[in-house]
């Protein structure tokens, strides 16, 4: 079975976690579910590497969005590429985010990185990397 299918769902869900849903709610812990628990994720915008685990990532991402000051944030995929071979693949792709910023509009794109494995309970992220273009 080709996994490709597979793995843009994860991807789409992952992009999905921060915006709100016909609710208005958020569902940023469904982004556990997408890696495998040792999942690393690096901010690497500006001179210093940001290195997390997913609860690092996870929970100020809760806090920021919740209502700490960035509102109308969406996330979206505008290409990728992929790649696999047997359990383990990888993603590049480029995005952009757009939201208000304490108040503020904004808007950027950049790239991601995404490694996945094929974990026993199926395909999983097991690390992703982004940086931003310079604004």
């Known amino acids: 079975m080709d996994p490709k299918p597979i793995l843009d769902d994860l991807v789409r869900r992952f992009f999905l976690a921060f915006s709100r849903n016909e609710q208005g709610e958020l569902d940023l812990d469904v982004i556990y579910d ?11 915008v500006g001179p210093k590497p940001e290195i997390m685990n997913v609860q690092q990532f ?5 806090t920021l969005l919740g209502g700490g000051g960035l509102e109308a944030f969406t996330e979206e995929e505008l290409w990728e590429r992929t790649e696999i071979f ?22 950027a794109e950049g790239m991601k990185t995404i490694q996945f494995v094929r974990a026993i309970d199926g395909w999983r992220m097991s690390a992703l990397s982004w940086d931003d273009e310079p604004s």
């Open 34 to 44: 997408l890696f495998i628990p040792q999942g690393l994720i690096i901010k690497n």
């Open 58 to 62: 996870v929970e100020p991402r809760k």
């Open 86 to 107: 047997g359990g383990i693949a990888q993603r590049f792709c480029r995005y952009r985010k757009a939201g208000l910023l304490n108040g503020t509009p904004f808007q």
